[in-house]
């Protein structure tokens, strides 16, 4: 054999030796990749087997409170007590009836200057029920004369309930209601239209009422007219805006209060706070 053949032979044995070498490389690479390739899969295989356990326990929960929380009805019954013309002591009492029943409600108040009065507007707020402006002096041959007069008024009452509680309400009780005739005595029979329109335009939101508790028709009410006024008002209501109040007279308002929640209760009702965003109630025009 010669040595050129010989040589070429070498060099072919040389280059397949580097090529197997290569090839051997390269698949030891690729087995080791795909080994460690299989390995993470078998990881986030059980990764997500304990996430899959974990996500199946925490539906399982779920579902089980879903059955135990009490079902919620779209049309759900809704009462709402609201009281005018405090603070008084009377006020002092009526929140204590709240906070027992665990409640609350909207006040409408008007100026109460003393250091009892101002000591409420705090207490109304500090325990979570909604305050509404009603005027300061309540007074319909004032605050009636003129938009110009009722707005001086209001002034005094919104700045009051801001100075004591740092709060600027924006749900308010025309004293009367908006549809009062007694006004058009004083300021005639465009006045509440007019302010109507000025207070929405303001920003606020008002509220008539639906039942009325039948509390202001006498000084001191009868206990049992004002339960059954309410009870018998509220009846077929879905949601029911209660007129009471809690100026210093109404004694039987306060004497009333328990019956009338227990009784709401037992018709179905559940108990919120008036606001920018709830039901709302308004009276037609007056004719």
Known sequence: ?????????????????ILFVIYASLQAY???????HLEEIQQEKKELQVTNEKLTS???????????APQQNPAKKVAYLTFDDGPSSNTSAILSILDYYK???????IGNQSKHGKYMYKRI????HAIGLHSYSHEYRTIYVSPAAFHQDFDQIRNLVYQQ???KPNIIRFPGGSNNHVSRKYGGKDLMHTLIQQMTQEGYHYFDWNVDSRDAERITQSRDVIIQSVLHGSKNKQKAIILMHDSQAKTTTVEALPAIIEGLRKQGFSFDVLTDQSFTYHFPPAS
Do not use: C, P, W, Y
């Open 58 to 68: 925490e539906l399982k929960e779920i579902k089980q409170n879903i059955k135990k």
């Open 165 to 167: 509680t740092d709060r």
């Open 103 to 109: 409640i609350k409600a909207t006040f409408f108040v």
């Open 1 to 17: 054999m010669g040595a050129k053949t010989i040589k070429g032979a070498v060099t072919a044995s040389i280059i397949f030796f």
């Open 30 to 36: 690729t087995n080791r990749n795909t080994i460690r």
């Open 125 to 128: 707020v500090a325990e979570g």
